[in-house]
């Protein structure tokens, strides 16, 4: 019988929704985060907290609640800020118009609660 892993499992997690979002972060690093200044002003700048520091944070599994709390905020301050008006949204598919950005915040809900694992760099804070 095939073994659990849940250590794997929170590694996996971990890569998937950290690593994903870098490229996010990544892209407005590149390209600049005027669209977000013209909303929100100099808050725009929590951005690069939420879409380059958590991620790369999550992905390495250091202090990784606090990341994913971080994470999860930057994701709800997403949909405020660009996608309010799509949050009751189908897609032209017939999909959830913002499924992506509730994928990241479930997932970063889900390392919020469970830590970063074994495969963790840091496992002894409360935050990890």
Excluded: Q
């Excluded at 944070?57 to 990341?67: C, D, E, M, Q």
């Excluded at 996608?83 to 390392?111: F, M, P, Q, R």
């Amino acid at each position: 019988m095939l073994e659990r892993n849940h250590h794997l499992g929170l590694l996996i997690l971990r890569l998937a929704v950290g690593g994903l979002m870098l490229f996010h972060g990544v892209a407005k690093l590149e390209h600049g985060i005027d669209f977000i200044e013209e909303a929100v002003g100099p808050l725009a700048y929590g951005v690069y907290l939420g879409e380059l520091l958590a991620p790369l944070a999550i992905v390495l599994g250091y202090r990784t609640r606090l990341a994913a709390l971080i994470f999860g905020i930057n994701c709800i301050a997403a949909v405020a800020i660009a996608h309010s008006t799509d949050i009751l949204k189908l897609n032209e598919y017939g999909g959830y118009a913002l499924e992506l950005l509730a994928l990241y915040l479930v997932g970063a809900l889900a390392l919020f609660f469970t830590g970063g694992g074994a495969l963790a760099v840091s496992k002894n804070s409360r935050w990890d």
